[in-house]
């Protein structure tokens, strides 16, 4: 994979504590990736990522896509299983996470990159499909990343002891994560671009608006005819409530 001067620029906790703990992140001689399909989900946190991975798995087609490459879950299966790499772990995955021939796996851009640079985007070539969520509204998705980040509920199934009325309002965080959205999303086009990718393309608000045509876009891609998503399985629901557009008016009115 091609990996364009640019995106060396990009940060990577995830791949900062692997590299300490594994080694430089590089291809294993002769490895070879399990005996699987594979759909990376490419988010940036706030974009509906986590309702996506809900619809997904509940069309029984699917795992629900997790963050398996974030720093602590792969050092602890690392640890546990003596691994050496993350080649290796990439195929223990398949023990780790039920699978139906596929897995739905969440990636950041900085953990594609790692992905790539480890050899395993190469070595699934032909069996990786990508798809790409974005939120429209990157006001909105801002907004929401702030609010998060002071109460520590990234999706409805967290819970926080921090009430709404201890929330700060911050203008500079806003533009900072809205500046740094817009940087995670041009940086997997340009990924993408360089290496001749055509993900499937979902929106966080047509998403909302009918699922059927994503989930019916990845069934065609992955040659899997007759997905359909149940609604009634998926238990993430939107988190935006009162505060979320008091931040909106206060942002526009003082622009």
């Known amino acids: 994979m091609n990996v364009p001067p640019l995106l060396r620029n990009i940060t990577c906790e995830h791949r900062d504590a692997v590299t300490h703990v594994l080694g430089p992140v590089r291809p294993e001689p002769r490895w070879a990736p399990p005996d699987l399909d594979v759909l990376f989900l490419c988010f940036t946190n706030r974009c509906g990522s986590n309702f996506l991975a809900q619809l997904l798995a ?7 896509a997790g963050e398996f490459f974030n720093a602590p879950t792969v050092l602890k299966h690392a640890m546990e ?9 990439f195929s223990a995955l398949s023990v780790l996470v039920p699978h139906t ?3 739905a796996a969440k990636v950041a851009i900085g953990q594609l990159l790692m992905l790539a640079d480890a050899g395993i985007l190469d070595a699934l070539r032909g069996r990786a499909t990508y798809l790409l969520l974005k939120r429209q509204d990157q006001l909105g998705q801002a ?37 740094w959205v817009a940087n995670e999303n041009a940086a997997f086009s340009r990924f993408f671009s360089a290496n001749g990718i055509v993900p499937v393309h979902v929106t966080y608000e047509d998403l909302l608006a009918d699922p059927r045509p994503t989930i019916e876009a990845v069934g065609a891609t992955m040659g899997l005819t007759g997905l ?20 909106r008016s206060a942002y526009l009115t003082r622009s």
């Not at 509940?58 to 629900?64: I, L, V, Y």
């Not at 299983?81 to 772990?89: C, F, I």
């Open 228 to 247: 359909c998503a149940r609604l009634e399985k998926v238990a993430i629901r939107p988190q935006a409530n009162g505060i979320n557009g008091a931040w």
């Open 58 to 64: 509940s069309t029984g087609a699917f795992n629900e």
């Open 101 to 103: 021939g596929r897995i």
């Open 81 to 89: 299983r003596g691994l050496r790499s993350l080649p290796a772990y």
């Open 143 to 179: 907004i929401s990343r702030v609010i998060a980040w002071q109460t520590g509920r990234w999706s409805s199934a967290h819970a926080s002891d921090i009430r709404e009325s201890a929330l700060l309002f911050d203008r500079v965080m806003i533009d900072t994560q809205q500046a």
